[in-house]
């Protein structure tokens, strides 16, 4: 089963396992940089209060936090119905910086 990064690769046709940083992210699904991260610290703040949900293979917060970016912006995800209210679209001359 694909990862949510794997899948925001693919559809953004990027190499499976590349990395993105939240600006990038911001640009590529027209959310506000804002909202993504708010929903990042939402991640840090997970890794640091609940240890035990996180997953063996998870070497940090940031990756953690990242991971629940990746989540947020698949609508599939049990993550967007949580963290959608986050997520605003940028306006039309937003999109142009």
Same mark, same amino acid.
């Given at each position: 089963m694909p990862t949510y990064?794997?899948?925001? !690769?693919?559809?953004? $046709?990027?190499? %499976? !396992?590349?990395?993105?940083? %939240? $600006?990038? @992210?911001? $640009? %590529?699904?027209?959310?506000?940089?804002k909202g993504l991260k708010t929903i990042y610290n939402?991640? @840090?703040?997970?890794?640091?209060? !609940?240890p035990q949900s996180v997953r063996p293979n998870v070497k940090s917060k940031e990756q953690w936090a990242m991971a629940r970016v990746y989540?947020? @912006?698949d609508p599939s995800s049990k993550a967007y119905k949580i963290d959608? @209210?986050? %997520?605003k679209k940028k306006r039309k001359k937003d999109k142009l910086k």
């Open positions: 990064k794997e899948k925001f !690769n693919k559809k953004y $046709k990027f190499k %499976l !396992n590349t990395p993105h940083d %939240l $600006k990038e @992210i911001s $640009k %590529l699904t027209g959310y506000e940089l939402k991640g @840090i703040g997970a890794y640091k209060t !609940n989540a947020s @912006i959608k @209210i986050h %997520l």
